[in-house]
């Protein structure tokens, strides 16, 4: 609620309604006051700020709009809370003043008495009685009354009321129109551009997941490659490593003992017969040494002559040569070995890049299947918004040249009508002033009996009215309400053309047609879309289904492989252990073996020695002279041998003899006998240690072998089975990946079918329903049609209208 005050004074600039209204200390009020003080004029007219702010306590709002002959039109507002705003009135709400100024207060909820006339007049009085000038209250009243018009002239008023929505409709759907087709005009081209680069997009992420696929598998191919060479290198390296560790174990056992004066023949003896053919197969296959060097060395070890000269080689010579071999031997090892360091690093760095070229390609594969799944439906509602925009868009600009045509038709039949009208009224009232001559009067009463000519009207007016009936009895379609409703209009006006009228129904008869012919496509189509739609939700469920079975599957193989790895790495780490232990309880039962030879051999030595010193006394022709032993082999004697073997001297004879020694030469024979049976027992227990030594290192060697080969099963099984589980893995992944891109694609489609359903489902529920709306409603049309075709306004036929009116109605 407002009250408005206004003047027409010499208003106020911008300025002036910021230093008078802006601040209470510049107020008109002070400035009366300091001018009364000073003796002025006391007069209050001019004094604007008298009272001003006095109307916060009533108003929530105050707009002071006003104009100064040497300003524009400014506006200044506020709510009394210690702020205000100035600004130009360029959009003239409060109308434009030519000068003066105007007060809005917008009054408070309670403060409504102030609307009331008495008690604005109260007010006036109250504050007038201190000035000086007269002042006058008008107050001017309206009250308003019907006025009822002619019959035509509220025809022509409804009619322009009819005109005139029509037109604001036109102006209205036009504007919404236009901007509908711009939008979808705009964004059709933009959805192709979308859905084209989409596409492009989508066909480069399938040659690049596929790209990256063919990558890692070849990566993995160079992977196995690498590994077996690397196998294949390790094991050429093992055999030439032993091989060499071989030739320098004998050379180094063998190079001492030479040095210290062993004549090749005890080498040979005093090695095994393992070691003499390492020894000789070392100095063979030397390439480090000539031919006579070598041909030396092996005569020194025969103890046979290099010549026809019968030159035996020297130590000295021969233990020079073997140093050269050994040296030889240890170079070309340590060539071998850091050859096989430098392979395995390389290998180390070739597997630890590929890996990683793998794991990458494997995420870039995951990153990208996932983008192919996301984009795939991204198209797919892209397409479907690019088919609804385009209908939409279709639409749109049949209903833009429909409503362009139907509004501009319309509006020449606006004026047409106009003019028409006026017309018609001019020549009715001509005609009534001809009709209502006397003499016309008195001529109509010769010759026209009848109201024939009142008939005539009543009978038009009376198939006017029933056409009209039973156009507004009959239903009306959602397409043809609005040509119903011109029909209407056609038949509710005072002259009415009826061959229009005809054409009018015709036309609506073949529009309902059209729309039921539409409406048999939809539900075909619909029926046709939740058909399929149904089955590919019925497709993607069942591979949606088989893909979970898939991967469930798979999971179940890795799971079942991972347990298979496991006993298989921990059969390999027990069969390594068993060949450990075994290896080392061969050491043992070896060390055992050549302990014992070494101590029945010296048995041997030292019983033969015992008994050659009892012939030697005994049975001189028996006693064979012993060599003598070099000062490098040395000479210990034979009783400090025996007792390695628990044999003790007997203790010296407590009394002496008497008369002179006889030999007891058949108690000699005896002992003889008895060494002859310990040397047999010796020979036998060595040939019996030698038997069970090869046996036993044959059982070894045919265990290892079982082991290796064995070992070799289970790492090959192992890499197969990496391999299938790796496989399984990818398998896996590229089931899941599938399984969510096949999910989304069967959310999207049970979405299309949502929409389907909501779009169809009331048409197919409604399709006879409408279909009988439709019949009916042509069937009125047709019904009005007759009706209307029956009425013609010729004079000549109106005396016999009424019948055929009659028999209409009775049909």
């Known amino acids: 609620s407002t009250i408005t005050i206004e003047d027409s004074g010499i208003g106020m600039t911008k300025n002036e309604l910021i230093n008078n209204l802006g601040t209470i200390a510049k107020s008109g009020t002070k400035a009366f006051m300091e001018a009364m003080a000073a003796g002025g004029d006391i007069s209050m007219i001019g004094q604007f700020g008298v009272g001003f702010y006095s109307g916060y306590l009533v108003s929530d709002k105050i707009r002071v709009v006003s104009k100064h002959n040497d300003d524009e039109q400014y506006i200044w507002e506020s709510g009394a809370g210690g702020s205000f705003t100035v600004q130009k009135d360029t959009e003239m709400v409060h109308g434009e003043i030519k000068r003066g100024t105007k007060i809005i207060c917008y009054l408070k909820e309670d403060q409504s008495e102030f609307l009331e006339e008495r008690r604005l007049k109260d007010l006036v009085k109250k504050h007038s009685e201190f000035i000086g000038f007269p002042i006058e209250l008008y107050v001017e009243k309206s009250k308003e009354k019907e006025v009822t018009d002619s019959e035509d002239e509220e025809e022509a008023k409804k009619e322009e009321e009819l005109y005139d929505k029509f037109m604001c409709y036109c102006r209205t759907s036009g504007g919404d129109l236009a901007s509908s087709i711009a939008e979808s005009t705009a964004k059709v081209p933009q959805v192709q551009h979308d859905i084209e680069e989409g596409e492009a997009e989508l066909v480069g992420l399938k040659q690049a997941v596929k790209s990256h696929q063919e990558d890692r598998t070849s990566a993995k191919g160079a992977m196995e490659a690498a590994t077996g060479q690397r196998e294949g290198e390790h094991k050429v390296f093992v055999e030439t490593s032993t091989e060499y560790k071989t030739y320098l174990n004998a050379l180094g056992k063998a190079i001492p003992a030479i040095m210290k004066g062993m004549s090749g023949g005890a080498l040979l003896q005093s090695e095994t017969a393992t070691s003499s053919r390492q020894l000789q197969q070392a100095v063979v296959s030397s390439t ?288 390594d252990k068993n060949v450990a232990e075994e290896t080392e309880m061969r050491k043992e039962e070896h060390t055992e073996f050549n302990t014992l030879m070494q101590d029945n051999s010296a048995a041997k030595e030292l019983l033969s020695f015992a008994k050659n010193r009892l012939n030697k006394f005994y049975n001189p022709k028996l006693y064979q002279e012993a060599p003598k032993l070099s000062e490098q082999d040395g000479a210990a004697p034979a009783l400090v041998q025996i007792r390695l073997h628990g044999f003790e001297p007997q203790p010296a004879a407590p009394g002496t003899w008497e008369g002179g020694y006889e030999k007891k030469g058949q108690e000699t024979t005896g002992v003889i006998a008895m060494i002859d049976l310990l040397i047999k027992d010796l020979d036998k227990e060595m040939i019996e240690a030698e038997t069970e030594e090869k046996n036993s290192q044959k059982a070894y060697e045919e265990l290892t072998a079982d082991a290796a080969a064995k070992r070799a099963a289970d790492v090959k099984s192992i890499a197969a089975k990496q391999k299938a589980k790796a496989d399984f893995e990818e398998g896996k992944v590229a089931d899941e990946t599938e399984h969510q891109v096949t999910g989304k694609e069967l959310q999207a489609v049970r979405m299309y079918e949502m929409n389907l359903h909501q779009e169809c489902d009331w048409m197919q529920q409604n399709f006879d329903l409408r279909k009988q709306a439709r019949a009916d409603e042509m069937d009125s049309l047709n019904q009005a049609k007759a009706i209307l075709s029956g009425a013609d306004f010729s004079l000549l036929q109106s005396r016999t209208q009424a019948p055929a009116a009659k028999r209409l109605r009775g049909a």
């Open 288 to 575: 480090s040494v000539t031919e006579y060097d070598r041909q030396m060395v092996t005569a020194f070890l025969v103890g046979k002559a290099t010549d026809s000269n019968n030159y035996v080689p020297k130590g000295g010579e021969i233990a020079g040569i073997l140093k050269s071999i050994e040296e030889d031997f240890q170079k070309s090892h340590d060539e071998v070995t850091a050859a096989e360091t430098e392979s395995v690093k390389v290998y180390g760095e070739l597997m630890a890049a590929k890996n990683k070229q793998v794991q990458t390609l494997s995420d870039q594969i995951e990153k990208k299947i996932q983008r192919t799944g996301d984009l795939q439906v991204e198209i797919v509602n892209m397409k479907n918004e690019l088919t609804e925009s385009e209908a939409a868009l279709v639409a749109d600009q049949a209903l833009a040249a429909e409503l362009g045509t139907t509004c501009a038709s319309k509006e020449g039949e606006w004026q047409e009508r106009q003019k028409v009208r006026s017309d018609e009224l001019v020549a009715i009232h001509e005609a009534i002033k001809i009709l209502n001559d006397d003499d016309a009067l008195e001529l109509f009463k010769k010759t026209l009996p009848s109201a024939s000519l009142l008939q005539v009207k009543d009978n038009a007016e009376h198939l006017k009215k029933t056409a009209l009936a039973a156009v507004e009895l009959m239903p009306r379609s959602q397409g043809g309400r609005k040509a119903m409703d011109f029909l209407m209009l056609a038949l509710s006006g005072k002259k009415v053309d009826f061959s229009k009228v005809i054409k009018m129904v015709d036309d609506m008869v073949s529009l309902l047609k059209q729309e039921q012919v539409d409406d048999d496509a939809k539900k075909e189509y619909c029926e046709q879309q939740i058909d399929f739609t149904e089955d590919k939700v019925k497709d993607l469920s069942k591979k949606v289904e088989d893909l979970e079975i898939a991967t469930e599957e798979k999971s179940e193989a890795i799971k079942t492989l991972e347990e298979e790895l496991a006993e298989l790495a921990k059969g390999v780490a027990a069969l």
